[in-house]
């Protein structure tokens, strides 16, 4: 009896476990890779902008499993101190969140339905520059969270990038091109006129023999004896 009560819990806790674990487990001793929860804010994790202009603060977040009741926030990092600037909770992929802004010139402008939490700071200053943290948490994994640093950098105006080398490689590469065109117009007309000398040649010829038959012709008509009377 008491063999088949300690069964009997075991069976139970089995059942209870985490289903998500298990399939964790399976994953990884089948060598799947299976990816939770991400954060991210682009290839590009900084933004040079003009003072007094508005910035997209892009950010995305992925998960293997889907998501429920997931929470995001974005802070400000104040040399150290971490602003937060707006948080809110997606209850899951159809539900767009209820946003809580807490400065005046954010604005959130991302959609859960493409997993999309990102916002806008309107009307930049120099105060302004520094680093901005996307956070997320997932409860869906077991609270699972990630988070994302995009730089900010505030500058009188945008720096002028230097076209010369570019500039100069289009102009060396169109030059070849150029000079492949008319190699071959020039190779197409040489050609072009060593066949129309041929066929010249080739006329005189015929024409030469053609001659030669009605002279040889016009002699042998006149070497014939006068008939006899």
Request: with cysteine.
């Amino acid at each position: 009896m008491a063999t088949d009560r300690r069964n009997s819990g075991v069976f139970r806790s089995f059942h209870s476990g985490d289903v998500v674990h298990a399939a964790l487990t399976v994953s990884l001793l089948l060598g799947v890779r299976v990816w939770g929860l991400e954060v991210s804010v682009g290839k590009i994790s900084s933004l040079e902008a003009m003072n007094g202009s508005t910035v997209l603060l892009p950010c995305t977040y992925s998960s293997c499993i889907g998501i429920k009741n997931l929470y995001f926030n974005w802070h400000y990092n104040d040399n150290g101190t971490l602003q937060k600037l707006c948080e809110a909770v997606i209850p899951n992929e159809d539900v767009e969140p209820r946003v809580n802004v807490y400065h005046e010139r954010v604005e959130f402008v991302g959609s859960s339905k493409s997993n999309n939490i990102s916002i806008l700071l309107w009307n930049i200053t120099f105060e302004d520059e520094g680093e901005y943290v996307c956070f997320a948490r997932n409860p869906k994994e077991k609270n699972r969270n990630h988070s994302a640093v995009y730089t900010l950098i505030v500058v009188d105006q945008v720096k002028e990038v230097d076209t010369t080398l570019t500039t100069i490689i289009v102009s060396v590469v169109g030059g070849v091109i150029g000079l492949v065109v008319v190699v071959m117009v020039i190779k197409a007309l040489v050609v072009k006129f060593l066949l129309s000398d041929d066929k010249n040649k080739d006329c005189l010829v015929s024409s030469s023999g053609n001659d030669n038959t009605e002279n040889g012709g016009a002699a042998k008509t006149d070497t014939k004896a006068p008939p006899k009377a």
